[in-house]
């Protein structure tokens, strides 16, 4: 029996590409191991949106060295963000690599698994899956904003085509998917590189009527390209769930321009307002980055006022960290502190505290319908249509299904109830 390891960090495209991966790897017989000793090959799928997630990526690729000494005819590969196309330099910095694959590239690695694979299964039965799963629609990104590495490293943005999307969902569903969650670094522009032209409503539309689908979420919203069809596939498509990630970085059109985001404060403020027109209960998630070169005490305030306005379910907010060859890094000196940008985000994060935790009261004592995706410590978890984390007890077995909970407790981050009747197996 030969086994796998797939160590993951990132955005959730990197994850839908590991869980392509691992099912790709399945295929040719392999079986997963949580024991990274015990692996005949190690991916290590990167991220460097972030300097902190690079210096993860390298201490995890520092951690294989002494293992590939011990056990050389392991398969080490970096995949992911972190390579590009300068392998020579890579092979030169990790010698301990086999194998350097750019993002969600894999047929490399699957060569030469094929070719070590002891027992190539032709009647493989597919495990059943995790309820919910990730489908990426549309690869890259053409946006360039001047502080992010991912036009660099994932290149420009080519859209799956419907017929593709549709043949995968549904093979999802028959293996126990009930939610899927389209991807795109930029969900919104889908389509406008196809034949025909077709957007993310219409490819909504078709996948509506998937049977034995529950639910349909789609990540991330451009702010400049939410069309108006777009929010009323949401209002109006039964599956689509009310929940939109939707970044807007910064609350201060200077820094916006600087950033490069297509859209001012204004227009952000009329766009939510008419999404919470259109979907009455929508949840709305958000991205800010605080201490983005030249940001002033004055500007950084329009961002807080901005949260405060709006109140968002969600805010993940980031410290401005300068990435190699992006447009910030080489115009724009990063002059704001760290301990600086340590007390923005702090002052962030105790006021999205504050507002989540008013969002989630007000739910208190009302049923919320929850898709259960599994157990942690003796409680089922899963969230509602509006992506609350939500934990019941209950002794039968729910994994999979649609259960009505009333919420007795809420918190910034999650919720707490009991089951009150299950809505439907589906
Ligand atoms: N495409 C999405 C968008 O338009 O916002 C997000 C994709 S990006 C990979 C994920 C998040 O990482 C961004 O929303 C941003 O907040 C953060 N990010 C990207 N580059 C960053 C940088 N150089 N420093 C800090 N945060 C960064
Ligand atoms: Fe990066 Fe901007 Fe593209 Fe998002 S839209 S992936 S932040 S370049």
């Known amino acids: 029996m030969a086994y796998y390891h797939i160590w993951t960090i990132g955005c959730q495209m990197n994850q839908a590409d590991s869980e392509q991966l691992a099912a790709d790897l399945e295929r040719l017989g392999y079986q997963p191991t949580q024991e990274i000793d015990n692996a005949d090959l190690i991916v290590v799928n990167s991220c ?32 992911g963000c972190m390579v590009d196309s300068d392998t020579d330099r890579l092979r030169r910095r990790f010698p301990h690599v086999d194998l350097f694959l750019k993002p969600g590239q894999f047929n490399e690695l699957l060569d030469l698994a094929k070719t070590r694979a002891s027992e190539v299964s032709n009647s493989f039965a597919l495990a059943p899956l995790s309820p919910t799963a990730f489908v990426t629609i549309i690869e890259g990104c053409d946006n360039f904003c ?32 009930k939610e899927i969650t389209l991807l795109g670094q930029n969900v919104d522009s889908y389509g406008h590189d196809l034949p025909n032209k077709p957007g993310l409503a219409d490819l909504l539309q078709e996948l509506n009527s998937v049977a034995g689908l529950a639910r349909i979420r789609f990540l991330t919203s451009h702010p400049k390209d939410m069309s108006h069809k777009l929010i009323q596939a949401v209002a109006s498509l039964e599956k689509v769930c009310e929940h939109i990630s939707l970044p807007v970085q910064a609350g201060d059109d200077r820094i916006l321009e600087a950033m490069g985001r297509g859209y001012t404060v204004q227009f952000y403020r009329a766009l939510v307002e008419r999404i919470r027109l259109a979907i009455p209960n929508v949840a709305l998630a958000t991205d800010v980055i605080v201490g983005f070169p030249g940001e002033t005490q004055e500007q950084f305030r329009q961002t807080i006022d901005l949260l405060s306005d709006l109140k968002f379910d ?31 985000l702090q002052e962030v994060e105790e006021l999205q505290g504050n507002i989540a935790s008013e969002i989630n009261a007000l739910l ?17 978890y899963g969230r509602t249509r509006t992506d609350k ?38």
């Open 146 to 177: 001047s502080y992010c590495i991912v036009p660099y490293r994932r290149g420009r943005e080519k859209s799956r085509s419907i017929g593709e999307v549709r043949r995968q969902v549904e093979s999802l569903t028959e293996r126990g998917v």
């Open 389 to 426: 984390l939500v934990f019941f007890q209950d002794n039968a077995d729910c994994l999979g299904q649609l259960v009505n909970i009333e919420v007795k407790k809420t918190s910034p981050w999650a919720l707490q109830g009991s089951p009150k009747r299950s809505v439907s197996k589906v």
């Open 364 to 380: 208190l004592g009302h049923d919320v319908e929850v898709l259960v995706e599994g157990k942690k410590k003796g409680k089922w």
């Open 314 to 344: 969600t805010v993940h907010v980031a410290a401005y960290s300068p990435r190699p060859g992006t447009t910030a890094a080489r115009r724009f000196k990063d002059d704001i502190p760290l301990s600086e940008k340590r007390r923005r």
């Open 48 to 79: 460097m949106v972030r300097q902190s997630a690079e210096n993860r990526v390298l201490g995890k690729l520092d951690s294989l060295k002494e293992l590939k000494r011990l056990s050389p005819d392991t398969v080490v590969a970096l995949a």
